[in-house]
């Protein structure tokens, strides 16, 4: 098991110094100039300009600008952003605490929905009952976060208003968006719930608990869920991976601070460390969430035995 | 493993998550409103908040209140008078600055104000390596800062440079601590800032919150405030409503009491419910502007900038887009500026006839009947390079539309989506006009736009009988001659049609029924919170 973990941990290293190479490299490719971003409403000269670019190293070759980031960040230094002069540790430190709540909250609304429609839809999987449920999985897997938002928005703050539409400061302010993203997300978790429990029914296995006189739900429950669920937990990994740099939609709509405005920002501003810095953070968290991902599969299932 | 373990065990997970999101929900639930407090919409994210660093006119609406400046200027008699400076002397070769400071008057962490703060502050904003954008230009050519005494000190300049007054006016030069200037790093001075104003700074948090709380000590206010003591309202939250259609949204739900920039639309509807109060604040400084580039074919010829300007109904796209709650913009600079030229306003007013006639004369005409002009067998095109900001692109599209039925030139509209592209395409050059504009009482806020090696010379255009008037114009103690300069570098501006002049700068603020007392500076854009209150 050490041995596992410790060549994940090497995997993990692999893909962030990947993940910053493409970036770093890519970022070059977007429109205008670093330096000049912060200008706006400036009256500085020409020179101010030609300094700003020797601070931030802007006037090194690109490999040299990429070799001093490795070095920095090998120390453990995120940086400055170039933008607003704010240490990068700083900026998106202030930004994971809202994030993680939307992310927590959102993937508890879609574990929750997702188990209950999927398992529904897999035991009345021939009914009618099934069938209206897995249109509906593959309706919330359709639509875009920003379509049912705008309809959640104007049912429950506009016309019911019992919720707020925007902001930040309680549950209350949690609950549209963490639903908006719950559902969405929750239909994937509902696919795989489904396609899973479908196929463990016709397992040998199932048959042999049938056959010793279980009934169906009673042999699906003791029996069928836990190897039926082994893909759900990938996806459930997999999506709060994502959630962690990807919520910049909800977070819009909804006005909510959080890393995903924070990168959008540093994008159009071309603030490279900034976009660094959130870059390392979702690796970081989609690759340990992976980890644990695989951890969990051997605590779920114990056929499963995880070897160096 | 036992009996439904599985299950079991996603059931503590599940658990777990629920009790992680009731105690993140929680901590944000404690942050109760107390009762005199005031959210107040702002519109951008700045890029960063030290204003002695950095340059957005945003910052200021906040610090301005956090920070006490030398000098205030009235708005109405446009006399420079007492701040934190009681009076000062100008030498009359306008090189030698004496200021008096105010004895009684202390930071929010509790050190005392004097001339040594004052020098050290200056000192932060000229050092080269600190790379302000805009407090050292504001400051110009200053060659020394010299503590006479413990409440005396002297600026010396290098050569004259009148707007020195106005600069030490503005919040980028506010005097901050001392103290806490060297107990925080520059990176990190920007979330705890410490000045003399009557707020203190709480808290800054990146694209969300900058929260200000009252200063109880504060009694030294300047005259141009009518309250000079302690605020009457505790705490002022800052909110960041990137999207202007959230803007009248958050106003009318009351998730905000004070909103900037609404659009002029949602401003026309929320004045018509009458549940909001409109405080319109003209912006001193350029219009909404075009920058003609006198470099690129076909706006190099003078013929074809001039018709542009007398194909354009800028009432009309005045009364569409701004729902004529901006005065029409005639000049390069706005009427509120100071030094503005009333003679520019005869200059190119709405002529379809007289602007074809123009064009016709440059020789470009539509020689194939498809109804474009040519120019080499193609159609002749306009391009307009557009930020995403101020409405810009909506007048963009009448400006096509006008412009292609008033001259029948195609117009290709190309929008950016941030400054650094914007000044990339600048860069470029493969534009025939593009839109910029700033914000400044006084008019050297042209300099960089039209002196030959300026850094936003984006007209391309070169004129050295210009750049001495704009230098000189800088240097002129005497206001009437510095008047008449101006005059001359307004129309001359206009009569080589660099810019395409559209509206003035107007800034739509709403405000809850319950708030009283918003007013802003002499610059406009910053507000004098401390007269700030909130009836019952």
Same mark, same amino acid.
């Given at each position: ?7 994940r ?7 962030i ?6 970036s770093? $490299?890519?970022?070059h ?7 000049? *971003? ?17 601070t ?5 070759p690109?490999?040299i ?15 400055v952003?170039?933008f607003?002069?704010?240490?990068v ?13 939307l992310v927590l909250s959102?993937m508890?609304? *879609?574990v929750?929905l997702g188990?209950g429609?999927g398992?529904?839809?897999a035991?009345?999987s ?8 897995r249109?509906?999985?593959g309706?919330s ?7 049912t ?16 539409a925007?902001g930040?400061?309680g549950l ?5 968006p *963490? ?14 719930v489904?396609a899973g429990?479908r196929? %463990? ?5 199932m048959?042999?608990?049938?056959a010793?006189?279980l009934?169906?739900?009673?042999a $699906?429950y003791?029996?069928g ?7 759900v937990?990938?996806?459930?990994a ?5 959630l ?5 939609i ?12 924070v $990168?959008v920002t540093a %994008? ?5 460390p900034v ?10 968290s989609?690759s ?14 114990p056929?499963?035995h995880?070897?160096? | 493993?036992?009996?439904n ?10 658990v ?5 999101i ?10 109760k409103?107390?009762p005199?407090?005031?959210?107040y ?5 700045p890029?960063?908040?030290d204003?002695?660093i950095?340059?957005s006119?945003?910052? +200021? ?12 200027q ?7 008078v007492?701040?934190?400076?009681e009076?000062w ?5 306008g090189?030698?600055y004496?200021?008096?400071l105010r004895q009684?008057v202390t930071?929010?962490? &509790?050190?005392?104000?004097n001339?040594?703060?004052?020098r ?11 790379n302000?954008?805009k ?5 110009g050519?200053v ?6 005494? #413990?409440?005396?000190?002297t ?9 020195l ?7 980028y030069?506010?005097?901050?601590s001392?103290?806490?200037l ?5 990176e990190?001075?920007q979330?705890?800032?410490v ?8 808290e800054?948090?990146?694209n969300?919150r900058?929260?200000?709380e ?7 206010? /300047?005259?141009?405030?009518v309250n ?11 909110r960041f ?6 803007r ?5 739900s +009351? ?5 900037g ?13 009458e549940a ?8 001193p400084?350029?219009?909404?502007q ?6 690129q074919?076909?706006?190099?010829? @003078? ?7 007398l194909a354009?109904?800028r009432q009309?796209?005045?009364?569409s ?11 390069? @600079?706005?009427s509120?500026?100071?030094y503005?030229? /009333?003679?520019v306003e &005869?200059y190119?007013?709405?002529n ?15 020689s194939?009947?498809d +109804?474009?002009?040519?120019d080499?067998?193609? /159609? ?5 390079v557009?930020p995403p900001w ?9 400006? #096509?539309?006008?412009w292609e039925?008033?001259?029948k ?14 000044s990339?395409e ?6 025939n006009?593009?839109? @910029?504009?700033f914000? +400044? ?10 002196l ?5 010379n ?6 050295? #009988?210009?750049d001495?008037?704009?230098l000189a ?5 005497d ?5 008449g ?6 129309e001359?501006i206009?009569?080589q ?5 559209v509206?003035e ?5 709403g405000?809850?029924? #319950?708030v009283?007392g918003?007013h802003?500076?002499?610059q406009?854009?910053? /507000?004098?919170?401390v007269?700030?209150e @909130?009836?019952?």
């Amino acid at each position: 098991m050490a041995r596992f973990i410790l060549r994940r941990l090497l995997g993990i290293f692999l893909s962030i110094f990947l993940a910053i190479t493409l970036s770093f $490299l890519s970022l070059h490719l977007v429109q205008g100039d670093s330096a000049e *971003a912060a200008l706006f409403q400036s009256v500085a000269s020409d020179d101010v300009l030609e300094r700003r670019r020797e601070t931030l190293g802007l006037d090194l070759p690109i490999l040299i600008q990429y070799g001093r980031y490795l070095h920095q960040l090998s120390g453990g230094d995120l940086g400055v952003s170039w933008f607003g002069g704010q240490p990068v540790a700083l900026l998106i430190g202030q930004q994971v605490g809202p994030t993680l709540s939307l992310v927590l909250s959102s993937m508890f609304v *879609a574990v929750v929905l997702g188990l209950g429609w999927g398992i529904l839809s897999a035991t009345k999987s021939s009914s009618w009952i099934g069938h209206t449920s897995r249109v509906l999985i593959g309706a919330s897997l359709a639509l875009p976060v920003i379509f049912t938002g705008v309809v959640l928005v104007w049912v429950f703050s506009v016309m019911l208003g019992w919720l707020p539409a925007t902001g930040q400061g309680g549950l209350k302010h949690l609950v549209l968006p *963490a639903l908006v993203v719950g559902l969405s997300i929750g239909g994937g978790i509902a696919r795989a719930v489904d396609a899973g429990i479908r196929e %463990v029914l016709g397992e040998p296995f199932m048959r042999t608990a049938l056959a010793k006189g279980l009934s169906r739900s009673r042999a $699906l429950y003791r029996h069928g869920l836990r190897v039926g669920l082994l893909p759900v937990v990938d996806v459930i990994a997999l999506e709060t991976g994502y959630l962690v740099g990807g919520t910049v939609i909800t977070e819009s709509l909804f006005a909510r601070q959080g890393i995903g405005r924070v $990168l959008v920002t540093a %994008v159009l501003n071309k603030d490279v460390p900034v976009v660094l810095g959130v870059v390392v953070l979702s690796v970081v968290s989609y690759s340990v969430l992976n980890l644990l991902a695989d951890i969990a599969h051997t605590w779920l299932d114990p056929r499963i035995h995880i070897t160096a | 493993m036992a009996r439904n373990q599985c299950l079991s065990r996603l059931t503590i997970l599940l658990v777990v998550i629920c009790l992680i999101i009731s105690v993140v929900g929680c901590k944000s639930l404690t942050q109760k409103t107390e009762p005199a407090e005031i959210v107040y919409g702002l519109t951008l994210i700045p890029s960063g908040i030290d204003p002695h660093i950095h340059a957005s006119s945003e910052l +200021g609406i906040p610090l301005r209140s956090v920070y006490d400046t030398l000098v205030y200027q009235d708005l109405e008699t446009r006399e420079f008078v007492p701040g934190l400076a009681e009076s000062w002397d100008v030498s009359p070769d306008g090189l030698t600055y004496t200021f008096k400071l105010r004895q009684d008057v202390t930071f929010h962490d &509790g050190t005392a104000f004097n001339a040594e703060a004052v020098r050290v502050n200056l000192e932060r904003i000229l050092d080269p390596a600190a790379n302000s954008l805009k407090a050292a230009q504001l400051l110009g050519p200053v060659q020394e800062v010299r503590v006479d005494s #413990e409440y005396s000190m002297t600026i010396v300049l290098s050569k004259p440079f009148v707007p020195l007054l106005d600069g030490l006016s503005q919040p980028y030069i506010g005097m901050a601590s001392p103290a806490a200037l060297s107990e925080y790093d520059v990176e990190i001075y920007q979330f705890h800032q410490v000045g003399t104003g009557p707020y203190r700074f709480v808290e800054y948090i990146v694209n969300d919150r900058l929260v200000l709380e009252r200063n109880v000590d504060y009694n030294w206010g /300047p005259s141009v405030v009518v309250n000079p003591g302690v605020p009457k309202v505790d705490r002022i939250v800052f909110r960041f409503f990137t999207d202007p259609a959230s803007r009248a949204l958050a106003l009318q739900s +009351g998730d905000a009491q004070i909103m900037g920039e609404l659009l002029p639309t949602d401003a026309r509807y929320l004045s018509d419910e009458e549940a909001v109060q409109l405080v319109s604040v003209g912006i001193p400084g350029q219009p909404l502007q075009f920058l003609f580039n006198t470099a690129q074919m076909p706006t190099s010829s @003078l013929e074809v900038r001039q018709a542009l300007l007398l194909a354009t109904d800028r009432q009309a796209i005045v009364q569409s887009v701004f729902q004529g709650y901006s005065p029409v913009a005639y000049g390069p @600079l706005s009427s509120t500026t100071l030094y503005y030229t /009333p003679s520019v306003e &005869g200059y190119y007013a709405y002529n379809p006839v007289q602007a074809d006639a123009l064009f016709n004369s440059t020789g470009w005409i539509d020689s194939d009947d498809d +109804g474009w002009r040519d120019d080499l067998g193609a /159609p002749l095109e306009i391009v307009l390079v557009v930020p995403p900001w101020g409405l810009a692109p909506e007048v963009a599209q009448l400006l #096509e539309s006008q412009w292609e039925s008033v001259l029948k030139v195609q117009v290709q509209i190309k929008q950016v989506a941030s400054f650094p592209m914007l000044s990339d395409e600048a860069n470029k050059g493969e534009y025939n006009a593009i839109s @910029l504009n700033f914000a +400044g009482l006084d008019p050297t806020v042209l300099n960089s736009f039209f002196l030959s090696d300026g850094m936003r010379n984006w007209s391309r255009y070169t004129d050295p #009988e210009l750049d001495d008037w704009l230098l000189a114009a800088q240097a002129e103690m005497d206001p009437g001659l510095r008047a008449g300069l101006y005059r001359l570098i307004q129309e001359r501006i206009m009569e080589q049609a660099l810019v395409l002049p559209v509206r003035e700068y107007v800034n739509l603020n709403g405000v809850q029924p #319950e708030v009283h007392g918003l007013h802003f500076d002499i610059q406009g854009w910053y /507000p004098y919170l401390v007269d700030l209150e @909130l009836s019952p």
